[in-house]
């Protein structure tokens, strides 16, 4: 099924927990916060948080600002 | 009467003391190093970061500015940086709660337009206020308009940050009457947030009564910004003192400052 990360297109199993995404990403214990469809997904739910046709992830982190 | 020793003068943010009223941004530096030695120039206990994409498999092991920056010594401070409305403001702040594990102090600002980065006073006060009621300790860049600064004060910010100038301009405190109207209002601490572009600038706002000054450009644009860090954080220190001190009133004309009396000639 198709989904979209960080505003880019990306295909993906159907059904995939949030956990698994991260792991596919090679993010899994860094230091990132995750959104679905611009709500916030906690860390503690990323295992029970699966993923559906069209959803939208974002990935963030911080970064050097004012 | 002596005043107390600038060791025991604290900074008190949300209820927590800090030493160092210098405040900084780590945006624009060379590198991470640059960052981190400019930083600790600096001698500031709260640093400033912004929330963005993380880059999904283009640069594995890149590190990160947390890296350098460790929670466990710094007060890590999220701004919402390159927001231009409320929901996007609410959103980037939430997701840097949960980056940060639940640290709840945030830096809310919201873009009125890319020429002038001042802030949109209406999106602000809307922002605030939800953040706010979500459990949040925001401190909030404003105009230095000493009416919204009490607006946002009421509505729960424990610190208010009006600007010098505009963010990026160095263009020093452009209205220090309005600046310091603000801190003689204000029950929270109140710190100058963008515009300044020396040490002086720096010296001044905190003569003027402000608790702290937050910064980013003056550093980190400057041709040496270890160099200029640390002239930031004496000057910060300087201004401070003579604010403590009580300066002189200013007189018109001269006054001797030899005895008149005793004269042999």
Known sequence: MQIEI????????????????????????????????????????????????????????????? | MSQAPAQSDSLIIAGQEYGSRLLVGTGKYKDLAETARAIEASGAQIVTVAVRRTNIGQTPGEPNILDVLPPERYTILPNTAGCYDVDTAVRTCRLARELLDGHNLVKLEVLGDEKTLFPDVVATLAAAEILVKDGFDVMVYTNDDPIMAKRLEDLGCVAVMPLAAPIGSGLGIRNPLNILTIVENAKVPVLVDAGVGTASDAAVAMELGCA??????????????????????????????????GRMAPKRFASASSPLTGLFF
């Open chain 2, 212 to 245: 702290g000054v937050l910064m980013n450009t003056a550093i980190a644009a400057a041709r040496d910004p270890v160099l200029m860090a640390s002239a930031m954080r004496k000057a910060i220190e300087a201004g401070r003192e003579a604010f403590l001190a």
């Open chain 1, 6 to 66: 960080n505003g880019e297109a990306a295909e993906v199993e159907e059904a995939i927990p949030m956990a698994a995404l991260i792991a596919t990403l090679a993010l899994t214990g860094k230091r990132i916060a995750v959104e679905l469809n611009g709500e916030l997904v906690p860390r503690s739910r990323f295992d029970q948080q699966l993923l559906g046709p069209g959803d939208r992830v974002e990935i963030i982190q911080a970064v050097g600002g004012g």
